[in-house]
């Protein structure tokens, strides 16, 4: 309970603190959001007169507690270019990034952990050096060109099988969900095998682990396969770390798939934040890093307590809040 | 400095023996001449454009073909060399650095510094290297500077954390206390007995770090927060033909590959390296040690 306690208390400084640094850091960056709303060449008074319309002449310790308190409310300002709301542009987009990375992770989960199970069974000199080129060629492969050879391959009008839609999202979004999905396939397929590439070395460290460690070898002597210890006995015991990487890297898919999302035309979070950061729409650009610091730092919560609520060998450990593995 | 050659002349020996270390010692010398040779000379010059040329097919002239504008993509992906070195270079030594001196206030002797540097790489390190990027990126506009700062920050914390362990056991040794109380200063210590400890992890840590940079560059280059337009990089060569990728596929293929290659030379660099340099499984550094003998300086298993 204590580290329950500790660990909300934690998150709360975090996100305290992450709030400053966004607010600090488009403060900081020269250009403010009057002279860059008003234009280059416009008059002085011009920008002057924007900046008391914004509130930007106010003392910034007032500027800042006032995005808070809008913060609470869930209301990130409204765009400058737009001048739609920020949060609810930030839905439009989680709407197509969150499924992404949903389906991207059951590719790679799918295609790492058994992979990473099979490596670490695979007897043999050639065996063995074959999984580690896989998986080190997996891993170095850039997403855009896994993407654009996906795309060769099945993209619709132009692959060698052309079946799927390689570019766009439908104008109706999840109305039509059949295109919908279709149209999410090929990006996670090309996103799901690089990280199925990481999930892979994840899975073969942490079994060869466990197996160097002698639960592999007791579970054989008590009559198990090889094969059957490190698949019922392993993976299970490999799950807590497994669960926390998991969902770190559920996290870091959402910048990942960034160039993915671009590649593929998707108006996901990734190309909104690249195309706002490329129009210098500093108030969209503020509340999208909030949304998604924040977001980072509630996963990583999540993951501590999963872990925790996953492994009773960490209670039984004194103190036990070396937790973030 | 005549044992340091030694040394590092046994590492890349015992390194040459293995298919896993040749193949990185291969390409990472084919490379590093190639930016150097593109320095001084291309097949084609670099800014020959050519409007009735566009999109060749590879040919005698043009060795892997042309792009939109009728440049030499072979000629280009030489010179992209160059610009990738520089980028893995600079992100390395920034890594590094910033590496070293979190895990100097994390062993140091001050706890409350310890406690607080501990706290802090923790909460940093959860920001993907693309959002500082993309923040760097609103008043610096597209640059090498971007890639190298964001990258080295990423990966020198990142360092910071997979070395902790061994320079903490390194920090609460026998030879560290005696050293201290023989009146030696803390960056003495740092240096003399805790960085030799955390050398090879280090290694193995920006090699893996040096892949991902490669790899960042064209990310952020096709996100154009990267390499400026017109400066030659593989991410621009990748960048800048993946938009008619349906229509030419032949000349996208290549700078996706050679990032490819590239990448996984580095890591199975780092992996060779590790190797290499662990006395334990490496029966040569052993004898060699053996025969120079090695002084005492504490990182002798």
């Known amino acids: 309970m204590r580290f329950v306690l500790r660990r909300l208390l934690l998150f709360v400084v975090a996100l305290l603190a992450i709030s400053v640094a966004v607010f600090a850091m488009l403060r900081v960056l020269p250009g403010d959001v009057a002279a860059v709303m008003a234009g280059v060449n416009s008059p002085p ?6 900046r008391a319309e914004l509130g930007l002449d106010r003392p910034l310790a007032v500027q800042y507690l006032d995005w808070c308190a809008n913060l609470l409310h869930g209301d990130l300002g409204a765009s400058m270019l737009t001048g739609r709301s920020v949060s609810e542009q930030v839905g439009v987009r989680a709407s197509i990034t969150f499924p992404l990375i949903t389906l991207g992770l059951l590719v790679a989960l799918v295609i790492g952990i058994p992979l990473g199970c099979a490596a670490t069974l695979a007897r043999g000199h050639r065996a063995r050096a074959a999984y580690r080129l896989v998986s080190i060629v997996g891993g170095a492969i850039p997403a855009l060109w896994s993407g654009m050879l996906l795309i060769l391959l099945f993209g619709r009008g132009v692959g060698l099988i052309g079946v799927l839609p390689s570019q766009g999202f439908p104008a109706a979004g999840w109305g039509a969900p059949v295109q919908a999905l279709t149209s999410l ?32 070898e007791m579970a054989m002597s008590c009559g198990m396969t090889r094969t059957q210890a490190v698949r019922q006995v392993g993976l299970r015991l490999a799950m807590p770390q497994m669960v926390s990487v998991v969902g770190l890297t559920f996290a870091e898919m959402i910048t990942g798939v960034m160039v993915i999302e671009n590649l593929f035309a998707l108006p996901g979070l990734g190309t909104g934040l690249v195309t706002d950061v490329g129009n210098r729409d500093l108030i969209a650009v503020q509340g999208e890093l909030f949304m998604l610091a924040a977001f980072f730092l509630l996963i990583g919560l999540l993951v501590d307590l999963a872990h925790r609520a996953l ?14 593995a | ?9 046994t590492v890349l020996r015992s390194m040459w023996r293995h298919a896993g270390g040749r193949f990185p010692l291969v390409v990472l010398g084919l490379w590093a001449a190639i930016s150097v040779v593109s320095l001084f000379w291309t097949p084609q010059p670099l800014m020959r454009t050519d409007g009735y040329h566009t999109w ?21 992906l ?52 693309v959002l500082i990027a993309l923040v760097l990126a ?4 597209a640059s090498i500077a971007v890639i190298v700062i964001a990258c080295g920050f990423g990966y020198g914390l990142n360092l910071a954390r997979v070395a902790r362990p061994q320079a903490l056991l390194a920090a609460q040794s026998d030879y560290v206390e005696s050293a201290v109380s023989n009146g030696a200063s803390g960056a003495y210590v740092f240096f003399r007995h805790i960085v030799p400890n955390i050398l090879p992890v280090m290694l193995v840590q920006l090699s893996l770090s040096a892949g991902t940079a490669v790899l960042a560059e064209s990310g952020l280059t096709y996100l154009g927060v990267g390499v400026p337009s017109g400066t030659p990089s593989w991410g621009h060569s990748l960048a800048t033909t993946v938009r008619f990728i349906t229509v030419y596929p032949l000349t996208v ?16 660099f780092g992996d060779a390296l590790r190797d290499a340099i662990d006395p334990v499984t490496n029966p040569e550094l052993r004898r060699a040690a053996g025969a120079t003998r090695m002084e005492e300086d504490g990182h002798g298993r």
Do not use: C
């Open chain 2, 138 to 141: 609103v008043p610096m506009g």
């Open chain 2, 1 to 9: 400095m005549k044992a340091a050659i030694g040394y590092a002349a």
């Open chain 1, 311 to 324: 492994d009773p060998r960490l209670k039984a450990s004194i103190g036990g809040n070396e937790v973030s």
């Open chain 2, 78 to 129: 030489m010179a992209g060399s160059r610009t990738d070195l520089l980028i893995v270079i600079l992100t390395v030594l920034v890594a590094a650095a910033l590496g070293l001196l979190f895990v100097a206030a994390m062993v140091s002797r001050h706890t409350a510094l310890a406690g607080a540097s501990v706290v802090v790489v923790d909460a940093l390190i959860s920001i993907p290297t």
């Open chain 2, 253 to 268: 293929l290549w700078p996706g590959l050679v990032v490819t290659v590239a990448v996984v030379a580095l890591n199975l």
């Open chain 1, 45 to 50: 008074e011009r920008v002057a007169q924007l």
């Open chain 2, 56 to 76: 060749q097919s590879p040919s005698a002239e043009h060795w892997l073909g042309t792009d939109g504008t009728g440049a030499d993509v072979f000629s280009w």
């Open chain 1, 185 to 216: 396939v090929l990006p996670a397929l090309s996103v799901g095998i690089i990280v199925g590439a990481g999930l892979m070395r994840y899975t073969r460290s942490a079994l060869g682990e466990l197996a160097a460690s002698g639960y592999i």
